[in-house]
RNA sequence: GCCCAAGUGGCGGAAUGGUAGACGCGGUGGAUUCAAAAUCCACUUCUGUAACAGGAGUGCCGGUUCGAGUCCGGCCUUGGGUACCA
């Protein structure tokens, strides 16, 4: 008897894929294309637990899909610039750009052994000039197109390092190197007019059949499309010039007439326009503008307000004058950066109205005899019926929406206000003040001013020669790399020296591999025949900005001729795997800083020298908390097949892991139990004849039914648990050669999308014709997957008290006759009639006594 | 704070509104062996029983239904996102 030997077999059968290039994928009209995407991995440096459960599952879709006749396209990338470069070269010296290639050959290194139907030939890294130069060209072909504008953002700002901070680098309000208290600056930015779409791209989510419905949602409200009424408030004489109106959008105008004050955001133009000449209310201003720009910052900060002394007249009665506050809460980039209060129907006016003894009035009760005076906001579900008592439009008794809509109704008959309709998405901030990123390909001029770069002279390529021994971006500070000429009037002139978010990087990399090395972003031909992305694998954290951001991109790029109409939705199916966890381990340094270590570094909750780590429960695995699991020594022990079987079985693939370490050894040797199997059967006699084949047969189409829709409906811990269970019945098998023969090529070919190596050297071993994978997709018999009779529970007021045997095609109405005649329900009727009996055919019998 | 999920044995988890716990891990017992490893077989939710029978049970509280892990309402806990982590 041969052994298993996965070291000998995978190398081999990689060595034969590769000779037969079976994965490289050509354009052939004469196929059916399919295109599946994992989500391309950051460059870390070691592949994880998360990135092999990712591929692997990408590998199964592929490997199926090229078993039932498709021309796959299944290519890997980098997505190579972002902060963990810049960070490791401040923390141990050496380049960005040397740190990112070294790591990429890290990982490929590691990922080849995994054995994936990757298109190795398409690889590219988004920090290549080649791909970033045609970055660059996408951003001038948008700007002319008018889908890029200038305007200020506010960015965390650290006063001690004077640098602009990622919201991950903010910890408590601080920032994460000089623990200084970070405050929001104001910054001219690049922006992408994404909110242009917003009524787009939120409409064709319905389209998204084959996305989970969770994402939809989610995005649904991210770009929070809502109906609500814009209208002005009149301010009396004490207000500074220019400032006689205050415009506020809301979505509760059913509520106006319990309106008790109006607020406005630090950041409104009448707040500018105050802070001048008020030296309080400019410290107030101040005061706001500490601690980080998050939305969960501001959201759970302390409400607070100043009153301003202004007041403005109410629109249905002009001598009633309500005060108006700057307060904290109010963002300036949503609606018009002011809006009114209305306590009652508010849970954060209330706050506020509370804290500043400001009026409470209520517009609606929950009866018509209730209390008006209410010790907390009521807000109930706006589709419930309520009582308006000072309702100026609808009727009494009507719910939120219909007064809402007669409110509008109300106020554009009267010249108050229009009904408008605005979304919470904002516009895509792409200006990054850091060095390792996509220079933004842009010249600023005294004489022209902000100057597209020409299109010749792409890319704009990043210089070499940086340090990063001081806090900031090295571009601001390179001797010569800025100077350049205006591509407009010829004279000196500086380049810009912010680089794009990377989320630009991923928002087109899918169209680029259609076409890696053309020296256009995409080729018509190439781009028309792959896309769209037949299957887009990846983790759920990405369901909203980097999913929304290619969603945009690609409207983007079809508008500027770059991608067909047809891939306007780039991703026709959509699978969000859960993430892999793991514990995080921290001590803090000599400054109360946290130090993260590696899982691998830390046992029974000590470092090697004997110090306790602070042990915080499973999250997501992240380069930067140390949380990584490396699954290399699993496959340096037991094969690719093991580690690729292994992240597949024991857990629903939508599902978070936590990652264990045993389990592998099951995997393994379930694997060589099948490889036994078959090296009995290779030694059969072939003419042997035996008993049960028709048994064998039968589980094994049942086999091939269970496993396709398990593969097909990314049930792969179904499809594997179902191969248990086939396996046990051939190991337990008395059949013939014949029978035995056919059901282990069957088992090899299902096992093949998890298990493709061990799979090839089973087919190899039962004289397959070519390889395994791509041999035919098994096809399951419809006839022989049903069974003659079933055996079917019986229930007595829904809890089972017995069951019976009956033939599959029995009636319902002999069904039921024989159920009653059962000893169990006789027991239960003591003679009297049951008052209802339910006979689901092939599931159940329920009897109500 | 807000948006989206998840919660089932000792553990990972299975279950188109229809026998809760498939399959795997771990555990217990057995076969094989001089012995062990490996392999194979059986049992394994809790409670209860000599064994049956019976009872309880899918985070908590309530509801819909002949029937709820699954649907609805309200909570709790954990995770993801929250626009400069990727």
Redesign the pocket.
Known sequence: MTEYTPSEIEARWQAAWDKEGVFTAVRDETKPKYYVLEMFP?PSGRIHMGHVRNYTMGDVIARYKISTGHNVLHPMGW?A????AENAAMAIGGHPKTWTYDNIADMRGQMKPLGLSIDWSREFATCDPEYYGQQQALFLDFLVAGLIHRKN?S??WDPEDMT??????VIDGKGWRSGAEVEKRD?T?WFFKISDYADELNAALKGLDNWP??VR??QE??I?ESRGLQFAFSTTANAPKDHDRIEVYTTRPDTLNGASFVGISPDHPLAKALEADNADLAAFCAECRKGG????EV??AEKIGFNTGITVRHPFDTDHHLPVYIANFILMDYGTGAIFGCPAHDVRDFEFATKYELPIISTFLPTEDADPKVTEAYVPMKTEKVFYNGGFAGKQWQTGEQAIAAAIDFCEAKGIGQGVTKY???D??L????YWGCPIPVVHCDDCGVVPEKKENLPIELPFDVTFDIPGNPLDRHPTWRNTACPSCGKAALRETDTM???VD?SWYFARFTSPQADTPTVKEDAEYWMNVDQYIG????????LLYSRFFARAMQITGHLPEVAIEPFKALFTQG?V?HEIYETKDERGRPVYHLPEDVTDGKLKDGTEVQIT????M?K?KKNVVDPLGIIANYGADTARWFVL????PE????W?A??A??AY??L??VHNISTRIAEMDKDAKGTGDDDLLRAMHKAIHDVTVGVESF?F??A??KL??FT?VM??TKAGYAAQHKAIKVLAQLMAPMTPHLAEDIWATQGGTGLATTAPWPKADEEMLVDDSV?L?I?I?????G?ITVPADMPKDAVEKLALATQAVQKALVGGTPK?V?V?PG??V?V?V
């Open positions: 950051y997505d610039f972002g902060m963990p953002a960015v965390n602009v901070l990622a919201n991950e680098q910054l930015q419905a969770k949602l989610m409200n991210w929070g720009t998050t939305a969960a959201e759970t919470r998405l904002r895509w901030g200006s990054r003040q850091r978010d990377t989320f991923s983790g759920i954290e990405h369901a909203i900005l980097h993430m966890t429960p499973s999250t997501k992240s930067s079985s024991d857990s629903p599902r978070d892991i936590e264990t045993s389990g050894e099951a040797k379930h060589n139990r049930g811990n179904a594997i648990a248990y269970g046990a190991q337990k055996t529970p229930q007021n829904g809890k089972r008290r069951e209802k339910i689901v599931r159940i329920n109500v």
